[in-house]
């Protein structure tokens, strides 16, 4: 199978969806997410959020393994510069989660994202992150043009 057995309706599900406002993915707790209590353990969100950045990007259309090949003429790697978490209740096993995530503002190369997870309309984590493209020399990179188009939300949720 040259698709390494995803179909595109199983990609679309593990990929989530790009919304009005940025991106959204659904995401189910695990019993390796949770602690000794059965709640999610606090760094785990860290890992939630960065998996719908990390899909946000991908659907619109900046793919990871691309620019550490150098499809742009260098290299180009994603670091995140700065992170504020607000954690308001905890998640816990076998919730279903929401990852919603927005784009804020886009200045030179960073971008400014905000993003919640909830379970249902209830809101339970909620994060604020500067991220920042930079090549392989470790220097930042400002964000191509293109990039900016496909990042600025078309409406504010």
């Not at 939630?48 to 620019?67: I, K, N, W």
């Not at 984590?125 to 392989?136: D, K, N, P, Q, T």
Request: hydrophobic content about 40%; charged content about 30%.
């Amino acid at each position: 199978m040259d698709d390494h057995g995803e179909s595109a309706t199983l990609s679309a599900g593990l990929s989530g969806a790009l919304t009005d406002f940025g991106h959204r993915l659904m995401a189910r707790v695990y019993y390796a997410d949770t602690d000794f209590s059965g709640v999610v353990y606090h760094a785990r969100y860290l890992e939630f959020f960065e998996r719908g950045r990390s899909d946000y990007l991908r659907l619109a259309g900046v793919h990871h393994t691309e620019l550490a090949d150098g499809a742009h003429g260098e290299r180009i790697v994603w670091v995140v510069r700065r992170m504020e978490i607000d954690f308001r209740a905890p998640a816990r096993m076998d919730d279903i989660l929401t990852i919603d995530t927005r784009t804020e503002d886009i200045s030179g190369a960073r971008i400014f994202m905000a993003q919640q997870l909830k379970r249902g309309s209830e809101v339970l984590v909620e994060a604020r992150v500067e991220a920042a493209i930079i090549g392989g020399n470790g220097r930042p990179r400002r964000f191509p043009k293109e990039w900016v188009a496909a990042f600025m939300p078309k409406a504010r949720a």
